[in-house]
């Protein structure tokens, strides 16, 4: 199941948030090493407390979340204009209202005691329904970094994204590439999921409560 997350539901739904945030630093702090912020056993950063994230999150009927990624408008403060600006030499203009760039794709903990196959699974719902949400609220395109490590996960899933710029060589292999929405890509991610979770919604993202990319 899907759902949608926004920073003003942080009081009402408190466990997701705090299954989010957990799962984000046991990934990207213990497992990836990267130097993120960790309080309290959170991973946060400015653009989760200072500008206006949507999340998308996979849940089993249990409530447990498998899967979080975050939502920024490009007409906003992003990870790419800033973090990530030092990774390329070229500069990588990406500002329109329906570019929304995509970052903490995190696939949680709980689903690495899973099997590879259940893993894929929630990478795919995630990416299924960003797909969805994106092409009825008039996104067009996702932009977001990624290593390239992640191309043959991309292309088994089925959206692929258009690489924009590799970044030097000293930051490591990224690429910044450009995810495109349309009602195509959406309709395969859709029937890729249906193979990987036989009893999932035929129409995924609409399932939607209350309210490797970096």
């Not at 030092?86 to 005691?113: L, M, N, Y």
């Not at 890509?185 to 029937?191: D, E, S, T």
Request: net charge neutral; proline share 6%.
């Amino acid at each position: 199941m899907l759902r949608i997350l926004t920073k003003d539901m942080l009081e009402t739904d408190r466990p997701a948030f705090d299954n989010m945030f957990r799962a984000r630093a046991a990934v990207f702090r213990d497992r990836l090493g990267w130097q993120v912020d960790v309080r309290d056993r959170w991973e946060r950063d400015r653009y989760d407390e200072a500008e206006d994230p949507v999340y998308l999150v996979t849940q089993r009927p249990s409530g447990t979340l498998t899967g979080s990624l975050r939502l920024l408008p490009t007409t906003g403060a992003t990870m790419l204009k800033s973090e990530f600006r030092h990774f390329f030499d070229q500069p990588i203009d990406v500002d329109s209202p329906t570019t929304w760039e995509c970052t903490r794709f995190c696939v949680h903990p709980i689903a690495g005691h899973l099997d590879q196959h259940s893993s894929r699974a929630v990478a795919t719902e995630l990416l299924s329904g960003l797909c969805d949400l994106a092409l009825d609220t008039g996104i067009d395109t996702i932009v977001g970094v990624y290593d390239v490590a992640m191309i043959g996960v991309y292309r088994r899933i089925g959206w692929r994204p258009t690489p924009l710029a590799r970044s030097r060589p000293e930051i490591g292999n990224l690429y910044v590439g450009l995810w495109d929405v349309t009602a195509q890509n959406c309709q395969m991610l859709r029937a890729n999921l249906s193979g990987l979770l036989p009893q999932a919604s035929s129409d995924p993202a609409r399932v939607l409560i209350g309210g490797g990319i970096r």
